[in-house]
Protein backbone atom coordinates (compact mmCIF):
# COMPACT_ATOMS: atom_id res chain seq x y z
CA UNK A 1 0.00 0.00 0.00
CA UNK A 2 1.19 3.47 -1.00
CA UNK A 3 2.25 5.78 2.21
CA UNK A 4 -0.35 7.65 3.83
CA UNK A 5 1.12 10.90 2.96
CA UNK A 6 1.56 9.96 -0.31
CA UNK A 7 -1.97 8.85 -0.90
CA UNK A 8 -3.42 11.78 0.92
CA UNK A 9 -1.47 14.33 -1.97
CA UNK A 10 -2.21 12.55 -4.52
CA UNK A 11 -5.86 12.26 -3.46
CA UNK A 12 -5.61 16.26 -3.21
CA UNK A 13 -4.35 16.56 -6.78
CA UNK A 14 -6.58 14.29 -7.99
CA UNK A 15 -9.66 16.78 -6.54
CA UNK A 16 -8.32 19.62 -7.48
CA UNK A 17 -7.89 18.59 -11.28
CA UNK A 18 -11.56 17.37 -11.18
CA UNK A 19 -12.31 20.62 -10.22
CA UNK A 20 -10.92 22.40 -12.96
CA UNK A 21 -12.45 20.17 -15.57
CA UNK A 22 -15.81 20.66 -13.99
CA UNK A 23 -15.16 24.21 -14.55
CA UNK A 24 -14.34 23.99 -18.16
CA UNK A 25 -17.39 22.15 -18.30
CA UNK A 26 -19.30 25.55 -16.75
CA UNK A 27 -17.39 27.41 -18.80
CA UNK A 28 -19.00 25.34 -21.89
CA UNK A 29 -22.26 24.87 -20.84
CA UNK A 30 -24.85 27.21 -22.51
CA UNK A 31 -27.15 26.52 -19.66
CA UNK A 32 -25.15 29.15 -17.31
CA UNK A 33 -25.50 32.13 -18.18
CA UNK A 34 -22.17 34.97 -17.93
CA UNK A 35 -23.42 36.18 -14.56
CA UNK A 36 -23.22 32.56 -13.20
CA UNK A 37 -20.01 32.11 -14.74
CA UNK A 38 -18.65 35.22 -12.91
CA UNK A 39 -20.17 34.23 -9.34
CA UNK A 40 -18.01 30.75 -9.53
CA UNK A 41 -14.62 32.47 -10.58
CA UNK A 42 -13.77 33.49 -7.14
CA UNK A 43 -14.32 29.67 -5.66
CA UNK A 44 -12.54 28.09 -8.68
CA UNK A 45 -9.47 30.68 -7.71
CA UNK A 46 -9.03 29.63 -4.61
CA UNK A 47 -9.55 25.98 -5.62
CA UNK A 48 -6.10 26.22 -8.08
CA UNK A 49 -4.23 28.36 -5.73
CA UNK A 50 -5.43 25.27 -3.12
CA UNK A 51 -4.48 22.98 -6.11
CA UNK A 52 -0.75 24.79 -6.75
CA UNK A 53 -0.07 23.80 -2.90
CA UNK A 54 -1.14 20.25 -3.33
CA UNK A 55 1.00 20.00 -6.48
CA UNK A 56 3.77 20.89 -3.95
CA UNK A 57 2.77 18.79 -1.38
CA UNK A 58 2.69 15.90 -3.80
CA UNK A 59 5.72 16.76 -5.09
CA UNK A 60 7.61 16.64 -2.24
CA UNK A 61 5.49 13.56 -0.64
CA UNK A 62 6.91 11.28 -4.34
CA UNK A 63 10.37 12.29 -2.77
CA UNK A 64 9.91 10.82 0.63
CA UNK A 65 8.47 7.75 -1.10
CA UNK A 66 11.57 7.26 -2.49
CA UNK A 67 14.22 8.12 0.04
CA UNK A 68 14.01 4.17 1.02
CA UNK A 69 14.59 2.57 -2.85
CA UNK A 70 17.69 4.82 -2.98
CA UNK A 71 16.69 5.87 -6.66
CA UNK A 72 16.02 9.84 -6.78
CA UNK A 73 16.04 9.81 -10.75
CA UNK A 74 12.54 8.23 -10.48
CA UNK A 75 11.48 11.03 -8.05
CA UNK A 76 13.60 13.50 -10.36
CA UNK A 77 11.53 12.49 -13.49
CA UNK A 78 7.97 12.93 -11.32
CA UNK A 79 8.53 15.80 -9.76
CA UNK A 80 9.68 17.54 -13.07
CA UNK A 81 6.32 16.40 -14.22
CA UNK A 82 4.50 17.83 -11.53
CA UNK A 83 6.55 21.23 -11.03
CA UNK A 84 5.99 21.73 -14.88
CA UNK A 85 1.73 21.19 -14.00
CA UNK A 86 2.01 23.77 -11.33
CA UNK A 87 3.42 26.53 -13.06
CA UNK A 88 0.29 25.96 -15.83
CA UNK A 89 -2.26 26.29 -12.69
CA UNK A 90 -0.32 29.12 -11.38
CA UNK A 91 -0.51 31.04 -14.54
CA UNK A 92 -4.34 29.86 -14.80
CA UNK A 93 -5.26 31.01 -11.36
CA UNK A 94 -3.69 34.53 -12.12
CA UNK A 95 -5.91 34.62 -15.30
CA UNK A 96 -8.97 33.31 -13.41
CA UNK A 97 -8.27 35.90 -10.67
CA UNK A 98 -8.28 38.73 -13.21
CA UNK A 99 -11.15 37.79 -15.00
CA UNK A 100 -12.92 37.33 -10.93
CA UNK A 101 -11.58 40.85 -10.93
CA UNK A 102 -12.78 42.63 -13.69
CA UNK A 103 -9.35 43.91 -14.58
CA UNK A 104 -7.25 44.39 -17.84
CA UNK A 105 -4.58 41.83 -18.52
CA UNK A 106 -2.15 44.03 -17.74
CA UNK A 107 -3.35 44.90 -14.13
CA UNK A 108 -2.63 42.99 -10.90
CA UNK A 109 -5.56 40.24 -9.46
CA UNK A 110 -7.48 42.31 -6.97
CA UNK A 111 -9.99 41.01 -4.84
CA UNK A 112 -13.04 42.23 -3.00
CA UNK A 113 -15.00 45.14 -4.69
CA UNK A 114 -13.71 44.12 -8.24
CA UNK A 115 -14.73 40.64 -7.67
CA UNK A 116 -17.98 41.57 -6.43
CA UNK A 117 -17.98 44.09 -9.59
CA UNK A 118 -16.94 41.26 -11.77
CA UNK A 119 -19.89 39.23 -10.80
CA UNK A 120 -22.76 41.68 -11.15
CA UNK A 121 -21.40 42.45 -15.05
CA UNK A 122 -20.62 38.91 -15.70
CA UNK A 123 -18.38 38.24 -18.63
CA UNK A 124 -18.96 39.15 -22.21
CA UNK A 125 -18.77 35.87 -24.74
CA UNK A 126 -15.22 36.61 -26.18
CA UNK A 127 -13.73 36.60 -22.57
CA UNK A 128 -15.70 33.74 -21.69
CA UNK A 129 -14.43 31.57 -24.79
CA UNK A 130 -10.59 32.74 -23.83
CA UNK A 131 -11.21 31.32 -20.72
CA UNK A 132 -12.75 28.12 -21.27
CA UNK A 133 -9.95 27.39 -23.93
CA UNK A 134 -7.25 28.54 -21.43
CA UNK A 135 -8.79 26.27 -18.45
CA UNK A 136 -9.27 23.10 -20.93
CA UNK A 137 -6.08 23.82 -21.94
CA UNK A 138 -4.45 23.27 -18.43
CA UNK A 139 -7.30 20.76 -17.84
CA UNK A 140 -5.15 18.39 -20.36
CA UNK A 141 -1.89 19.27 -19.04
CA UNK A 142 -3.31 18.37 -15.50
CA UNK A 143 -4.81 15.22 -16.52
CA UNK A 144 -1.03 14.24 -18.42
CA UNK A 145 0.83 15.40 -15.44
CA UNK A 146 -0.78 12.74 -13.09
CA UNK A 147 -0.87 10.55 -15.20
CA UNK A 148 2.66 10.52 -15.97
CA UNK A 149 3.64 10.95 -11.99
CA UNK A 150 1.10 8.04 -10.86
CA UNK A 151 2.76 5.87 -13.32
CA UNK A 152 6.41 6.68 -11.70
CA UNK A 153 4.21 6.10 -7.81
CA UNK A 154 3.11 2.75 -9.27
CA UNK A 155 6.51 1.46 -9.62
CA UNK A 156 7.39 1.54 -5.43
CA UNK A 157 4.59 -1.38 -5.60
CA UNK A 158 4.64 -3.27 -8.76
CA UNK A 159 2.24 -6.18 -8.76
CA UNK A 160 3.55 -8.50 -11.60
CA UNK A 161 0.63 -11.12 -13.24
CA UNK A 162 -0.03 -12.72 -16.66
CA UNK A 163 -0.78 -10.12 -19.59
CA UNK A 164 -1.82 -10.38 -22.96
CA UNK A 165 -0.65 -7.81 -24.45
CA UNK A 166 -3.08 -7.29 -27.43
CA UNK A 167 -5.48 -7.03 -24.77
CA UNK A 168 -3.71 -4.63 -22.55
CA UNK A 169 -3.73 -2.24 -26.25
CA UNK A 170 -7.76 -2.98 -26.61
CA UNK A 171 -8.37 -1.73 -23.38
CA UNK A 172 -5.99 1.27 -23.91
CA UNK A 173 -8.10 1.95 -27.26
CA UNK A 174 -11.23 1.69 -25.19
CA UNK A 175 -10.48 4.65 -22.64
CA UNK A 176 -11.28 8.04 -24.70
CA UNK A 177 -10.14 11.19 -23.39
CA UNK A 178 -11.71 14.35 -24.23
CA UNK A 179 -9.17 16.82 -25.81
CA UNK A 180 -6.70 13.98 -26.71
CA UNK A 181 -5.94 13.45 -29.91
CA UNK A 182 -6.82 10.39 -31.46
CA UNK A 183 -4.01 8.04 -33.60
CA UNK A 184 -4.55 4.63 -35.36
CA UNK A 185 -2.05 1.98 -34.68
CA UNK A 186 -1.77 -1.47 -36.21
CA UNK A 187 -0.33 -4.54 -34.76
CA UNK A 188 1.11 -7.39 -35.50
CA UNK A 189 2.69 -10.39 -34.25
CA UNK A 190 4.62 -13.23 -35.22
CA UNK A 191 3.89 -15.45 -32.44
CA UNK A 192 0.79 -15.77 -30.23
CA UNK A 193 3.36 -16.61 -27.48
CA UNK A 194 4.97 -13.46 -27.88
CA UNK A 195 1.96 -11.95 -26.82
CA UNK A 196 2.21 -13.35 -23.22
CA UNK A 197 4.08 -11.07 -20.72
CA UNK A 198 4.15 -10.90 -17.12
CA UNK A 199 4.64 -7.76 -15.80
CA UNK A 200 2.16 -4.72 -13.56
CA UNK A 201 -1.07 -3.72 -15.74
CA UNK A 202 -0.02 -0.25 -14.74
CA UNK A 203 3.53 -0.11 -16.17
CA UNK A 204 3.21 -2.26 -19.09
CA UNK A 205 0.10 -0.21 -20.51
CA UNK A 206 2.00 3.04 -19.59
CA UNK A 207 5.04 2.12 -21.49
CA UNK A 208 2.90 0.96 -24.01
CA UNK A 209 1.15 4.61 -24.61
CA UNK A 210 4.79 6.50 -23.81
CA UNK A 211 6.55 4.72 -26.59
CA UNK A 212 3.33 5.29 -28.92
CA UNK A 213 3.23 8.88 -28.21
CA UNK A 214 7.45 9.33 -28.16
CA UNK A 215 7.20 7.89 -31.91
CA UNK A 216 4.49 9.95 -32.73
CA UNK A 217 6.21 13.20 -31.34
CA UNK A 218 9.40 12.23 -33.59
CA UNK A 219 7.23 12.30 -36.82
CA UNK A 220 5.44 8.61 -36.95
CA UNK A 221 1.75 9.31 -38.52
CA UNK A 222 0.27 5.84 -37.96
CA UNK A 223 2.87 3.78 -35.69
CA UNK A 224 2.94 0.00 -35.91
CA UNK A 225 4.15 -2.66 -33.59
CA UNK A 226 5.74 -5.74 -34.00
CA UNK A 227 5.65 -8.09 -31.45
CA UNK A 228 7.92 -11.39 -31.84
CA UNK A 229 9.01 -14.23 -29.31
CA UNK A 230 13.25 -13.97 -28.79
CA UNK A 231 15.12 -17.12 -29.03
CA UNK A 232 15.46 -16.93 -24.69
CA UNK A 233 11.75 -16.39 -23.95
CA UNK A 234 11.07 -12.76 -24.03
CA UNK A 235 8.72 -10.51 -25.98
CA UNK A 236 10.16 -8.14 -27.72
CA UNK A 237 7.68 -5.29 -28.74
CA UNK A 238 8.95 -2.79 -31.49
CA UNK A 239 7.64 0.55 -32.30
CA UNK A 240 8.03 1.92 -35.16
CA UNK A 241 7.01 3.39 -39.37
CA UNK A 242 5.22 0.12 -41.18
CA UNK A 243 7.74 -1.07 -43.44
CA UNK A 244 6.58 -1.90 -47.01
CA UNK A 245 7.46 -5.92 -46.63
CA UNK A 246 5.68 -6.09 -43.54
CA UNK A 247 2.50 -7.82 -43.25
CA UNK A 248 -0.71 -7.56 -42.59
CA UNK A 249 -1.10 -6.04 -39.44
CA UNK A 250 -3.55 -8.54 -37.13
CA UNK A 251 -5.39 -5.76 -35.12
CA UNK A 252 -5.58 -2.44 -35.91
CA UNK A 253 -7.15 0.18 -32.94
CA UNK A 254 -7.16 3.90 -32.74
CA UNK A 255 -5.92 4.85 -29.51
CA UNK A 256 -5.54 8.08 -27.54
CA UNK A 257 -2.16 9.75 -27.80
CA UNK A 258 -0.20 10.48 -24.69
CA UNK A 259 2.35 13.15 -24.15
CA UNK A 260 5.50 12.11 -26.05
CA UNK A 261 7.97 15.11 -25.00
CA UNK A 262 11.22 14.94 -23.02
CA UNK A 263 9.47 14.72 -19.60
CA UNK A 264 7.31 12.07 -20.88
CA UNK A 265 10.31 10.34 -22.45
CA UNK A 266 12.16 10.69 -18.74
CA UNK A 267 9.40 8.81 -17.34
CA UNK A 268 9.13 6.15 -20.07
CA UNK A 269 12.66 5.73 -19.13
CA UNK A 270 12.29 5.52 -15.34
CA UNK A 271 9.49 2.83 -15.34
CA UNK A 272 10.54 0.57 -17.94
CA UNK A 273 14.19 0.71 -15.70
CA UNK A 274 11.45 -0.27 -12.24
CA UNK A 275 9.71 -2.65 -14.36
CA UNK A 276 12.80 -5.09 -15.28
CA UNK A 277 11.56 -3.61 -19.33
CA UNK A 278 14.67 -2.95 -21.39
CA UNK A 279 13.84 -0.10 -23.52
CA UNK A 280 15.78 1.22 -26.33
CA UNK A 281 15.30 4.65 -28.19
CA UNK A 282 16.23 4.31 -31.95
CA UNK A 283 17.95 7.53 -33.88
CA UNK A 284 15.81 10.72 -33.84
CA UNK A 285 12.95 9.18 -31.41
CA UNK A 286 11.15 6.88 -34.57
CA UNK A 287 11.91 3.75 -33.35
CA UNK A 288 11.77 2.70 -29.77
CA UNK A 289 11.69 -1.18 -29.05
CA UNK A 290 10.72 -2.90 -25.25
CA UNK A 291 11.29 -6.08 -24.27
CA UNK A 292 9.67 -7.68 -21.91
Same mark, same amino acid.
Given at each position: ????? *??? $???????????????????????????????????????????? $????????????????? @??????????? #???? !???? #?????????????? $?????? %???????????????????? *?????????? !?????? !????????????? *?? %?? %???????????????????? +????????? @???????????????????? $?????????????????????????? +???????????????????? *??????????????? !??????????? %??????????
Amino acid at each position: MLGER *LAA $ALGAARDGAAGIESFAHLLGSRRVGPRGVALALPEVCEGCAALV $AALDSLSAAVRDGFVAT @DDPAAADAACA #VLEH !AGVD #VARLTDELSRAAAG $APAGRG %PGRGRGERAGAERGIDARQR *LALEASVRRT !ARALSG !ALRLSELVIATLE *LR %PT %PLDLIDVLRNWSAAAVEGRP +VVGISVASS @DGRANEVDGDVRAVSGLMEL $AVGMVSAAGVASPHLAVSRLPDGRST +VRIAERGPREGAPAVALDVV *LRDGGERAAAVARVV !ARRAGVDLVEG %PGGRVVTMTF
